[in-house]
């Protein structure tokens, strides 16, 4: 059963950083190309990076560039994202999510998300 | 960027009833769209890929249709546990993008 587990959120004042985790188990991880998607509380659905199998390719929305960083180690069946210069705007839910493997569209497989709250 | 607009925003509908559900794409997507559907507290979860394509396990009253900008899911006989937030989605330029979601809920 693949199960995608998310840690790392919490409150962090606006300017701080933050590191979320994402723990893989069921598939095999380092076949796979990964996301994280976040949801403002009571809004809907964004992207915000995505990371190729070995780490070599990586992507991110025009929001986040220069302030994120997306990274993943395949030994230990992990993905990560590194939060910096965090704004108010970038409070939301942050769900890791598993790239379908045949076209790159569409996300298969999704944790149950962290809540990051950015705030004084 | 491509933007995806769903309509109508709210759909009040009954269980047995058909619900319609559209989502309209700012420029061709061919037929690379999504469906996903949320339910409060919990994960979106992939129902329709490739526009009419149902993923493992999602039951055959959804069903997805359209093709280039105009797209479609069909829940052809509600369930209670259907009502819930849809979203489309869609990937362009390694840029993904989603609607902004339809609330189905009951009347």
């Known amino acids: 059963e693949v199960q995608l587990v998310e840690s790392g959120g919490g409150l962090v004042q606006p300017g701080g950083s933050l590191r979320l985790s994402c723990a893989a188990s069921g598939f095999t991880f380092s076949s796979y190309w990964m996301s994280w998607v976040r949801q403002a509380p009571g809004k809907g659905l964004e992207w915000v990076a995505n990371?190729?199998?070995?780490?070599?390719?990586?992507y991110y929305v025009d929001s986040v560039k220069g302030r994120f960083t997306i990274s993943r180690d395949n030994a230990k069946n992990s993905l990560y994202l590194q939060m910096n210069s965090l704004r108010a705007e970038d409070t939301a839910v942050y769900y890791c999510?598993?790239?379908?493997?045949?076209?790159?569209?569409?996300?298969?497989?999704w944790g149950q998300g962290t809540l990051v709250t950015v705030s004084s | 960027e491509i933007v995806l607009t769903q309509s109508p925003a709210t759909l009040s509908l009954s269980p047995g009833e058909r619900a319609t559900l559209s989502c309209r794409a700012s420029q061709s997507v061919s037929s690379y769209l999504a469906w996903y559907q949320q339910k409060p507290g919990q994960a979106p979860r992939l129902l329709i890929y490739?526009?009419?394509n149902r993923a493992t396990g999602i039951p055959a009253r959804f069903s997805g249709s359209g093709s280039g900008t105009d797209f479609t899911l069909t829940i052809s006989s509600l369930e209670p546990e259907d009502f819930a937030v849809y979203y489309c989605q869609q990937r362009s330029n390694w840029q993904y993008t989603f609607g902004q979601g339809t609330k189905l809920e009951i009347k």
């Open positions: 490739d526009a009419s």
């Open positions: 990371i190729k199998q070995d780490g070599s390719e990586k």
């Open positions: 999510a598993r790239v379908e493997w045949l076209q790159l569209m569409y996300f298969d497989y």
